[in-house]
């Protein structure tokens, strides 16, 4: 059963760059075709896709956070990560990592770490 | 991009059915079968209730039931049932090659 884990710091000062990590077990990430991405949502706000990747690198960004987000890929490790950088406290939120679906699906999520930005 | 546009709140009596809405343009739900519905318990991560605009995962009751026509999907849940009480969100695949959710739903079993 495929299963994914966020983790990383649950607080970052404002500006600063805020970095997560989702561990995958239960399958390869390299398997399939597959992309893996990362989803937040703020505090009793809706769902805003992050960005996602593909065990080849390949990433897809969303344009309103494009210039800010890097995601990346260890497949040796079976993890992906996310950094956000110039972190507000808009940035604020639950954030999920997911397996995305050949029609764009997202299944399954990880349980969600909160990262608050604040001094 | 711009969120998909969901109605704030929709109400209905056990039994009953109720049907979701949710607006996009033709970049991206009007131009792709790609449309997901996701429900979400309070503290709870989004659990997948149906993608490619209708397809059920294993485990989902039939209850639930999706649909698009032109630039509109639409969730439809029959038989209404205390547990259903959530919110809800869709997503569409995009012309720009990303991912846009909707505003969410608020389902209350009256």
């Known amino acids: 059963q495929l299963q994914l884990q966020e983790s990383g710091s649950g607080l970052v000062n404002p500006s600063q760059t805020l970095s997560l990590t989702c561990g995958v077990s239960g399958d390869s990430i390299s398997s399939g075709t597959y992309s893996w991405a990362w989803i937040r949502q703020p505090p009793g706000k809706g769902l805003e896709w992050i960005g996602d990747i593909y065990h080849s690198g390949t990433t897809y960004n969303n344009p309103s956070l494009k210039s800010r987000v890097t995601i990346s890929v260890d497949t040796s490790k079976n993890q992906f990560s996310l950094r956000l950088t110039s972190v507000t406290a808009a940035d604020t939120a639950v954030y999920y990592c997911a397996r995305g679906g050949p029609t764009g699906e997202f299944d399954p999520w990880g349980q969600g770490t909160l990262v608050a930005v604040s001094s | 991009q711009s969120a998909l546009t969901q109605p704030a709140s929709v109400s209905g009596s056990p039994g009953q059915s109720i049907t979701i809405s949710c607006t996009g343009t033709?970049?991206?739900?009007?131009?792709?079968?790609?449309v997901s519905w996701y429900q979400q318990h309070p503290g709870k991560a989004p659990k997948l209730l149906i993608y490619?605009?209708?397809d059920r995962p294993s485990g989902v009751p039939d209850r639930f039931s999706g649909s698009k026509s032109g630039n509109t999907a639409s969730l439809s849940i029959s038989g209404l049932q205390a547990e259903d009480e959530a919110d809800y969100y869709c997503s569409s695949y995009t012309s720009q090659i990303t991912q846009v959710f909707g505003s969410g739903t608020k389902v209350t079993v009256l």
């Open positions: 490619a605009v209708s």
């Open positions: 033709s970049s991206d739900i009007g131009s792709y079968n790609y």
